[in-house]
Structures are given as structure tokens and as C-alpha cells.
């Protein structure tokens, strides 16, 4: 049997995303602006929660365009704020706009919100040695740079404990425990 991080459980979907996806660097604009978008309302809810609606989000947020994103009207937040397969927070909702929009400056100016981030870590990711749960902080002074850049550029809901969970998401952080079988297989990957 597979060891894995101490946070997956049974449950079936999230233990896909954990073998498929969590951590496993990501240097894909329309994925990182997906993986945004669920953090943001994964904020003070369980990952959990969010992987269960996250193809009601998919549908309700046009496959997570950051194009689309941008345009949405307040008569579309209403909409939104109606379906009851999302997480209904009018807050998030207007944030997933103005994050969209601060995304799209960030693609015009630097030509990739990839680079961008990347860039934080000098485009390799950090490698962490965790054997405990409670070791792993819930956010550090990495996350605090990247919060407050894009706080600056206009984000919102990027607080840095949010920005941690994304930077581990995305693989630019490599939390997997060091009994966890996917630990290594990622550290392995980098080197292909």
C-alpha cells in the first residue's frame, strides 16, 4: 500500500489530485489561473470541499478562461451566487473578476503569469524534508513576498497562508512528507 501525505484520506477525487496533481510543478498559465481560483475559494473552507464542486466550478466559471473571467457581469454574480454546486461567497466571486483582470496585466506585462511566479524561486522548486505534519508551516517568508507582490498588482484574497497552499498546489514548493511515496518521484522528475 502507498504511503501518502496525512491530509489526502479515502476519498477518491482527492486522491487523484494528490497522486496526479499537488505538487507536481505547474508552468501552465491556464492551469495556474484554475489552481488561483480554487485556492481563493478554498480559503477558510477544507481542499476538500473544493475538489468536490471543482467540475460544478469548471462549468461555472467557462473552464476557468482568464478572458472570460475578467468580463463577468454583475447580473452573471448574481447567477453565480445562485448555483448551488460552487461555493456561494459574493466576496470570492468578485475577487475571481479582479484577480482575473490583475492576471491578464500580469500576461501583457510579463508575457506569461508562469514566469512571473517562477521567478520567486529562480525557477526551480523548493524541496522541503518534512516527516510530520506539524511541521509544515502554513505560510513562510516566500509566501509573504509573493502575497504582497500580488496584493500590489491588485489581487485579492491572496492573503500569504492562501498563497502558501497555492505555491504547494503548484509545485513551486515540494511539501510532500518524505514518506510519501510521491516525495521522491517529483524530486526525480526535475531531474528528467
Not at 25 to 43: G, H, I, K, M, N
Not at 58 to 63: M, P
Request: proline share 4%; charged share 25%; hydrophobic share 40%.
Amino acid at each position: 500500500m502507498k504511503q501518502r501525505c496525512h491530509w489526502v484520506g479515502d476519498y477518491a477525487p482527492m486522491i487523484v489530485y494528490h497522486d496526479k496533481e499537488w505538487g507536481v510543478p505547474c508552468y501552465d498559465d491556464q492551469l495556474l489561473w484554475e489552481y488561483l481560483v480554487l485556492d481563493t475559494f478554498q480559503a477558510g473552507l477544507s481542499w476538500r470541499t473544493i475538489i468536490a464542486k471543482r467540475e460544478n466550478f469548471r462549468r461555472a466559471f467557462d473552464a476557468f478562461d482568464v478572458k472570460k473571467n475578467a468580463q463577468i457581469t454583475p447580473e452573471r454574480v448574481q447567477a453565480l451566487m445562485n448555483n448551488p454546486g460552487i461555493v456561494r461567497n459574493r466576496l470570492k466571486i468578485e475577487a475571481v473578476i479582479s484577480n482575473a483582470k490583475a492576471f491578464l496585466k500580469i500576461l501583457e506585462h510579463k508575457g506569461s503569469f508562469s514566469t512571473f511566479l517562477w521567478d520567486f524561486v529562480q525557477r526551480k522548486p523548493m524541496v522541503n524534508y518534512w516527516t510530520q505534519p506539524d511541521e509544515i508551516p502554513v505560510r513562510t517568508d516566500l509566501s509573504d513576498r509573493v502575497s504582497k507582490e500580488l496584493r500590489r498588482l491588485g489581487f485579492r484574497f491572496t492573503g500569504s497562508t492562501m498563497v502558501y497552499a497555492f505555491l504547494q498546489g503548484t509545485g513551486l514548493v515540494n511539501d510532500h512528507l518524505v514518506n510519501c511515496f510521491r516525495h521522491q518521484e517529483i524530486i526525480h522528475s526535475y531531474e528528467r
